[in-house]
């Protein structure tokens, strides 16, 4: 029986294939890189949305230098004595460790962004349902207190701005009967604001969450991959008893 030594080929050497694996494993890279500075530009270290939006980028093009870093090892399956895929592979296998590093490093730091993100967004919300529920009770007592429609005139400007007042057809209307049609229209603006309150307050971040979810978990696996590649987990008891030989 022929015993055939670990370095014997399983194929015959193809040179052009193996240059051809050796080009897309450049390709692919340079593509996801690309995708990720257009996406990052222009750079909003600090602002939450910026920092998911390139988390986001990342996990969705991080398929390209994961098959590019795959096929250096094929090619260099593929023709064997290249000295220059091997020594290509070697300075590769560098990177493929940091590519790893960083995609676990992306797993909290996308987690943070995200609960940035939704507290900046709640705290708006709360600060604008503040300031409408005063204005809603400026606008209460300003009609209430009214006596003429100069002095309502006066007390909606300095409550609303200077644009706001009364309309030429609202000046036409009794005292009474403005100061009741507009209590009726602030009561009906103070019901909606109730209701977007309670729809704020039963609101959940059910997207956020899952996508923080998709991205850690596909961070997660692209980083196994990378180390994988790069020769940092286990690969097997065939390889581990190669080792020990």
């Known amino acids: ?11 015959c050497p193809d040179p052009s294939l193996a240059r051809l694996l050796a080009v897309g494993s450049i390709v692919l890279p340079v593509v996801f890189l690309a995708a990720v ?12 949305t910026w920092q998911l ?8 093009y991080a398929t390209l230098p994961l098959v590019g870093t795959l096929l250096m090892p094929l090619a260099q399956w593929v023709d064997p004595g290249n000295q220059r895929l091997r020594a290509r592979w070697k300075a590769l296998r560098c990177w493929t460790l940091a590519a790893a590093l960083g995609f676990l490093l ?27 529920a005063e ?16 002095e309502l005139q006066a007390l909606l400007q300095k409550v609303f701005g200077r ?3 009364l309309s030429a057809s609202e000046r036409r209307l009794p ?4 100061r009741s049609m507009l209590l009726a229209k602030a009561e009906q603006a103070s019901q909606q604001l109730m209701r977007q309150v309670e729809a704020q307050a039963a609101m959940k971040p059910d997207q956020l969450v ?6 850690a978990i596909s961070a997660l696996a692209y980083a196994i991959g990378f180390a994988f590649l790069a020769g940092a987990l286990p690969r097997g008891r065939a390889s581990s008893s190669r080792r020990r030989r």
Not at 53 to 60: N, V
Not at 114 to 128: A, M, P, W
Not at 138 to 148: E, F, K, N, V
């Open 1 to 11: 029986a022929v015993v055939r030594s670990p370095t014997t080929p399983v194929i």
């Open 37 to 48: 500075l257009t996406s990052a530009m222009p750079p909003k270290l600090l602002d939450p």
């Open 53 to 60: 939006q390139l988390a986001a980028t990342l996990i969705s």
């Open 106 to 132: 992306l797993i909290p730091l996308q987690i943070y962004a995200g609960l940035s993100l939704y507290r900046n967004v709640t705290g708006t919300l709360e600060q604008q349902t503040s300031q409408s």
């Open 135 to 150: 204005k809603l009770a400026d606008l209460r007592q300003s009609i209430s207190t009214a006596a003429t429609h100069q």
């Open 163 to 165: 644009n706001a007042g």
């Open 175 to 178: 005292m009474a009967e403005l």
């Open 210 to 215: 899952k996508e923080t979810i998709r991205i």
